[in-house]
């Protein structure tokens, strides 16, 4: 049974700094991956997808890479603002019933 | 513009009775979702519609039912049945099964 984990659950860093979301899943066979930002009594805003056959993908500050061989992927957000606080969520769908296994979640806070 | 519309935002239900929450989109999607949200857990599968007058139960349908009658439209009814509906309810759509997956701005339903 498919598994995503996200470390840490809360992170808190000063502006302008680079960070790593990090995202891990049980199963190595899945059909893409999918990173979303959620602001607080907010649904939920698609980032970046990731097809299976894919290594990263990039969007403005925002990149996200995919290991599948490891379970791994990590999103990159360069020169945080305070504006990138939010909740940060990444799910993964599996190859044979495409169904959304969701992580917890990474709750980040940019200081000003 | 695009997008998914859930309905109301905040939902309030008494005891014993049941409540729709509406979803509607103008993407042109075929697939649609229900998730439900919980503090400090991943999002979790309700019901999902891959087409119009067909849909198929998530991992958590026990106190749910919906209906697929248009392409656009996929309300979610909590019944009584329900016996901790308090939640945050967030609808997603996709062009099919396992592509990008796009949501709504959530309804929040609380038991008084």
């Known amino acids: 049974k498919q598994e995503v984990t996200q470390i840490p659950a809360a992170l808190s860093v000063p502006e302008g700094e680079n960070l790593v979301l990090n995202c891990s899943f049980t199963?190595?066979?899945?059909?893409?991956l999918q990173w979303f930002r959620q602001d607080p009594g907010k649904g939920l805003t698609s980032l970046l997808l990731?097809?299976?056959s894919q290594r990263e993908q990039t969007s403005g500050r925002l990149n996200a890479s995919l290991d599948k061989s490891s379970g791994r992927s990590t999103l990159y957000i360069a020169a945080s603002q305070p504006g990138d606080s939010a909740t940060y969520l990444c799910?993964?769908?599996?190859?044979?019933?495409?169904?959304?296994?969701w992580g917890a979640g990474t709750k980040l806070i940019i200081k000003p | 513009d695009g997008g998914i519309t859930q309905s109301p935002k905040y939902l309030f239900r008494k005891e014993g009775q049941n409540v729709t929450l509406s979803c509607e989109q103008n993407?042109?999607?075929?697939?649609m979702y229900w998730y439900r949200q919980d503090p400090g857990q991943g999002l979790r599968l309700i019901y999902y519609?891959?087409?119009?007058?067909?849909?198929q139960k998530g991992d958590i349908a026990e106190g749910y039912s919906v209906s697929r009658e248009k392409k656009e439209s996929f309300p979610l009814t909590v019944t009584s049945a329900q016996k901790n509906p308090t939640a945050f309810y967030l609808c997603?759509?996709?062009?099919?099964?396992?592509?990008?997956?796009?949501f709504g701005q959530g309804t929040r339903l609380t038991v008084v």
């Open positions: 997603a759509s996709s062009t099919r099964r396992g592509t990008e997956a796009f």
């Open positions: 993407l042109n999607h075929d697939a």
């Open positions: 519609s891959q087409i119009v007058n067909d849909f």
């Open positions: 199963d190595s066979a899945i059909y893409n």
């Open positions: 990731i097809q299976s």
């Open positions: 799910a993964v769908n599996g190859d044979s019933n495409y169904q959304l296994i």
